[in-house]
């Protein structure tokens, strides 16, 4: 029998271990959905910029996580709202004490937690990218990257996933409403801010001036990649299958992390529709995104039907969001993805309420308002200094011309490229 347990307790371990990279890697694909949703959203002059953004800020959240957000994150500080500063991954568990078993044996490998988490941290990084495009360094933007990874991200992590003090209040986000999709979309606010507007986006007298994307397919494409890897940014975040439960609770998590989605692109297109006169296409992909984001604070307590209305709602907001942001407060957000991940992030986080019995709606605004503060005072501050120090918007002449050329030297679709001077 004790031979038999040891072989149980090594298939749940392995098996769970598996689960874990497996849901690691579908986030990981999200980068590439990031990378052709903003590269289709964006003009082609700036189009290879944009996915040389995506692919370095991926690379630098991973070396800054594993050097030391995710011991910030993760670390046995006490008080247990400072940041462990401490450096290295170290070793993974020791078998001896998986075998061992009982509630605090671990029953998946510490390098799988890590390798899961770290493709968090790129995706709240990715958001940011997105909303600055088109004007901002590229080399400022790296810079600011360092700091968001290592630092900004694992802290008000810590608060939350690492049994910090939101924890302890009963803050509910099971998957990052507010965690990975609100805390991006507040660095972005702070940097918009502080970069201003495209050249051209809006007239002397406020009149607003569209910027249409270069490539439509490749948007919807990044949507679908997006919607793809969301099954595992949330069905990963039961942290285990290796049971009947389990497995039921992962279930319901795609299924109901499949129908906030769904419900969310109708309710945007027909409220485009209705409002436009027209079926616009990027209203329906921000509003898929924004039912993900609106069910990723908690998709195993609602009912399918339920998932349904809340991503609904995130698809309405995020219409009346991009069009309030980009008219009346003049945000030039050229992906929306101030609105599809901070306002409906919080969206997503008061929801909770609606289906969760340990969500207390107190709890949830006190989160709200941490992770907001926390998020958008360190950013602004670190962007404002890089501001002061090399600056971070390109020249007029280097905007007109194209990211592609001055950042990059070469560009996304050089033959259609208009001959220079």
Not at 12 to 41: H, I, N, P, Q, R
Not at 376 to 395: D, H, Q
Request: aromatic fraction near 12%; proline fraction near 3%; include cysteine.
């Amino acid at each position: 029998m004790e031979a038999l347990s040891s072989d149980i307790l090594q298939t749940k371990y392995a098996l769970d271990t598996f689960y874990f990279l497996v849901m690691g890697a579908f986030v990981m694909w999200m980068a590439a959905g990031f990378s052709m949703l903003e590269g289709g959203l964006v003009r082609s002059k700036n189009t290879a910029e944009i996915l040389t953004k995506n692919i370095v800020l991926y690379a630098i959240s991973c070396v800054m996580y594993m050097f030391v957000g995710y011991n910030i994150m993760y670390g046995t500080a006490d008080p247990h709202w400072l940041p462990d500063l401490s450096f290295g991954l170290g070793p993974d568990n020791d078998p001896k004490a998986v075998l061992a078993g009982g509630d605090g044996a671990p029953y998946y490998s510490k390098m799988a937690d890590f390798f899961f988490q770290v493709v968090f941290v790129a995706t709240a990084m990715s958001i940011i990218s997105g909303a600055i495009a088109e004007r901002m360094k590229l080399w400022s933007f790296f810079a600011f990257a360092v700091v968001m990874t290592g630092f900004i991200y694992p802290v008000q992590g810590m608060w939350k996933w690492g049994g910090g003090f939101l924890d302890a209040q009963g803050f509910v986000d099971f998957a990052g409403s507010g965690v990975v999709h609100m805390c991006g979309a507040a660095a972005a606010l702070a940097a918009v801010l502080l970069l201003g507007a495209r050249k051209g986006k809006y007239g002397k007298n406020g009149e607003v001036h569209a910027i249409p994307g270069s490539n439509m397919p490749m948007a919807t494409l990044g949507t679908f990649i997006l919607w793809l890897g969301w099954f595992g940014f949330n069905g990963g975040s039961e942290l285990k299958v290796s049971d009947i439960s389990e497995a039921n609770s992962v279930a319901m998590v795609f299924v109901n992390t499949n129908m906030a989605a769904a419900g969310g692109a109708i309710a945007a297109l027909i409220v485009a529709r209705l409002w436009f006169g027209k079926a616009d296409l990027t209203m329906a992909l921000n509003g898929a995104l924004a039912g993900l984001v609106s069910i990723t604070a908690q998709p195993l307590t609602p009912s399918p039907e339920l998932a349904t209305l809340i991503g609904g709602i995130g698809g309405m907001i995020v219409v009346a969001s991009i069009v309030t942001i980009d008219r009346t407060f003049k945000l030039d957000d050229p992906v929306g993805a101030i609105s599809v991940h901070g306002v409906c992030g919080i969206w997503g986080l008061l929801a909770v309420c609606l289906s969760d019995p340990t969500a207390h709606l107190s709890s949830q605004l006190l989160g709200i308002g941490v992770i907001f503060a926390w998020v958008f005072t360190t950013s602004f501050v670190v962007w404002f200094t890089i501001k002061k120090i090399v600056g971070i918007r390109v020249s007029e002449e280097e905007e007109y011309e194209g990211l592609d050329v001055s950042e990059c030297g070469l560009e996304a679709y050089p033959e259609f490229a208009s001959t220079k001077k």
